[in-house]
């Protein structure tokens, strides 16, 4: 599969919650991280195109808002993209990933 992403990526395995219009969170898991979005490992399924809340907890700052589903990557495996990241956010994790 041919690598899209634009942005560095972490590999990292740290708890995020997804959430969304209606129903129960969801626990998953990032995989890696990175500016322009993250990989998850998620048990429930997610839709493709579908844009979700996430909330994930770096040692330092708590990073949140929206993100859409880009592409599964396997059974559990799902690629999104955040949407609206605000900068400080997107700045601890472009250098999360280019640590």
């Known amino acids: 599969m041919e690598d899209r992403r634009r942005a560095p990526r972490a590999p990292i395995a740290l708890p995020c919650t997804l959430s969304r219009r209606s129903g129960s969170a969801i626990n998953a898991e990032t995989v890696d991280l990175g500016p322009g979005g993250m990989r998850v490992t998620?048990?429930?399924p997610l839709a493709l195109d579908e844009v979700l809340r996430f909330d994930v907890a770096l040692e330092d700052v708590r990073v949140d808002g929206r993100a859409?589903?880009?592409r599964q990557e396997g059974l559990k495996d799902y690629a999104l993209r955040f949407e609206g990241l605000v900068e400080p956010a997107r700045e601890r994790l472009r250098a999360l990933a280019t640590a």
């Open 42 to 44: 998620s048990p429930r």
């Open 68 to 70: 859409r589903v880009l």
